[in-house]
């Protein structure tokens, strides 16, 4: 069993930049592909970016590529999603999970924190 919990989450002006930390424990963190999805209210959880477990090969959602940076510090078990150029859009409970796949879809994602929110103001 993998154990996720993101942190990082708050309120940020439009433009504006933050930094989302999603720990890992219970499991052997470099086996995992480590993925951020988001989810606003009504609407369906979305893909934002996800990393791969060894080597740093990364995929964006279209909508982040070019303002967001996914990174990983396999000795601190922990994923990085560095956001900037933040639009209020984008408002919404960040989600970090697990797969041993290196994918965007969210049913290959075995393991799932409990989110944390980011409230981009205009």
């Known amino acids: 069993q993998v154990q996720l919990v993101e942190s990082g989450g708050g309120l940020v002006q439009a433009g504006g930049s933050l930094t989302l930390s999603c720990a890992a424990s219970g499991g052997t963190f470099t086996d995992y592909a480590i993925g951020w999805f988001r989810q606003a209210p009504g609407k369906e959880r979305e893909f934002v970016a996800t990393?791969?477990?060894?080597?740093?090969?990364?995929m964006y959602a279209d909508s982040v590529e070019g303002r967001f940076t996914i990174s990983r510090d396999n000795a601190k078990n922990t994923v990085y999603l560095q956001m900037g150029s933040l639009k209020p859009e984008e408002s919404a409970v960040y989600y970090c999970?697990?797969?041993?796949?290196?994918?965007?879809?969210?049913?290959?994602?075995?393991?799932w924190g409990q989110g944390t929110q980011v409230t981009v103001s205009s």
């Open positions: 999970a697990a797969s041993r796949l290196w994918t965007t879809g969210q049913a290959q994602y075995d393991y």
């Open positions: 990393i791969a477990s060894w080597v740093s090969n990364v």
